[in-house]
């Protein structure tokens, strides 16, 4: 089962978004590329959930509804 997405987390940079492993970005264990993968927050703003159709889990409100 997948990882649930934060979807307000507090240093996006420092992590790779790219997989299930949440890597740190200078640490890519799943050989997603060169690079990181940016989490969506970086690339398309602080509501890029509501865009997606993504809703906040209410138990956990800084996660995604799985």
């Given amino acids: 089962m997948a990882k649930p997405i934060p979807l307000h987390p507090r240093h996006p940079e420092r992590i790779c ?38 809703e906040p889990n209410p138990e956990r409100p800084s996660h995604a509804k799985r």
């Fill in 17 to 54: 978004w790219g997989c299930d492993r949440y890597c740190a970005a200078d640490a890519l264990a799943c050989g997603n590329g060169s690079g990181r993968t940016q989490h969506p927050i970086e690339t398309q703003g602080e509501d890029w959930y509501i865009g997606w159709g993504i």
